[in-house]
């Protein structure tokens, strides 16, 4: 009996690695292969709008020149 069970033991022992490696090559097949590339449209966009300058720009660009002014005088 005892020889029975330390025949078998290493025999499912051995079938589980197999299985789990076959779960681990399942599992990142295809992983590492290069996808094919993307194609992307070249000049087809029109391009940017000018920004207009409304009030918040200006009091930013006022305010800052006014500071830079206030802290390069002294």
Do not use: C, Y
Not at 19 to 37: D, I, Y
Not at 44 to 67: E, F, H, K, Q, W
Request: proline share 11%; net charge negative.
């Amino acid at each position: 009996m005892i020889a029975t069970a330390l025949a078998v033991a290493p025999a499912a022992a051995w079938a589980q690695v197999d299985g789990s490696e076959s779960l681990f090559k399942a599992s990142f097949e295809g992983m590492f292969e290069a996808p094919e590339p993307v194609m992307l449209p070249q000049k087809v966009m029109d391009p940017n709008p000018p920004v207009p300058l409304d009030g918040g720009v200006i009091l930013l660009l006022v305010g800052g020149a006014a500071l830079a002014r206030k802290h390069f005088k002294e």
